[in-house]
């Protein structure tokens, strides 16, 4: 069975600090990953997605994630954060290859995002 | 907006009682999702509908049901609610077949169990 482990509950940052959410998954076969935010008050929005290809993805907003398939990571990444990122953040993973199976996505437990202005 | 519309947005019900969600998924898309988010949690898969049929499941008891209607709609159903089942609960609407594929969730709907 697959499972997200997401290592940060609660992080607080200043204007302008760096950010970076890890995130590490279980599931032994190819897997699709995606970062969702959810704002207070508001429902879950897709930061960005890997499916394949480069490994470095770009979403929205100025984030991006990087998916290290050896360590079975994929950590969210913003050079610059700002007081409207804060929000709450998950990791989810949905595992590939069952041919007219199910798609069963499996969240983190999430990551409180607080930026102090 | 993801295009996937959920009502009631919030609702109180009793324990014991029994409640009906409703979803209307994305155009075009033809699976519908149901999450439970727990105050604190991430959500939890409870099942997904694909041409009107349950093809998957998460762990919760059988008195969470659901269905998918022809133009793939759904509704999810809780009997004998219990306090612990006070939760957003979340549609997501995909589209299935197609290789890495999007799930898009709707805004949800609160429910509160007293």
């Known amino acids: 069975a697959q499972s997200v482990s997401q290592h940060n509950h609660h992080v607080i940052l200043s204007e302008a600090a760096s950010l970076e959410l890890g995130c590490n998954y279980s599931?032994?076969?190819?897997?699709?990953l995606f970062w969702y935010v959810q704002y207070p008050g508001q429902h879950l929005q897709l930061l960005l997605k890997?499916?394949?290809?480069?490994?470095l993805v770009k979403g929205i907003k100025g984030f991006e994630a990087e998916f290290i398939k050896s360590k079975f990571s994929f950590n969210l990444r913003k050079p610059s954060v700002q007081w409207s990122d804060t929000a709450e953040y998950f990791c989810?993973?949905?595992?590939?290859?069952?041919?007219?199976?199910?798609?069963?996505?499996?969240f983190g437990t999430g990551t409180k995002l607080q930026v102090i202005p | 907006e993801t295009g996937v519309t959920q009502s009631p947005t919030h609702l109180i019900k009793t324990r014991g009682q029994q409640v009906t969600l409703r979803c209307s998924s994305q155009?075009?898309?033809?699976?519908v999702s149901w999450y439970q988010q727990a105050l604190g949690q991430g959500p939890q898969f409870i099942f997904q509908?694909?041409?009107?049929?349950?093809?998957g499941r998460g762990n919760f008891p059988p008195r969470f049901s659901g269905l998918q209607f022809p133009n793939y709609s759904s509704e999810l159903n809780v009997n004998a609610l219990e306090l612990d089942d006070s939760a957003l609960y979340l549609c997501?609407?995909?589209?299935?077949?197609?290789?890495?594929?999007?799930?898009?969730f709707g805004e949800g709907s609160w429910l509160t169990v007293v």
């Open positions: 997501a609407s995909s589209l299935q077949g197609i290789s890495g594929n999007t799930i898009y």
């Open positions: 599931y032994g076969g190819t897997v699709n």
């Open positions: 890997y499916f394949s290809g480069d490994p």
């Open positions: 989810a993973v949905n595992a590939v290859g069952r041919s007219g199976g199910y798609q069963k996505v499996t």
């Open positions: 155009s075009g898309h033809n699976t």
């Open positions: 509908y694909y041409r009107e049929e349950e093809n």
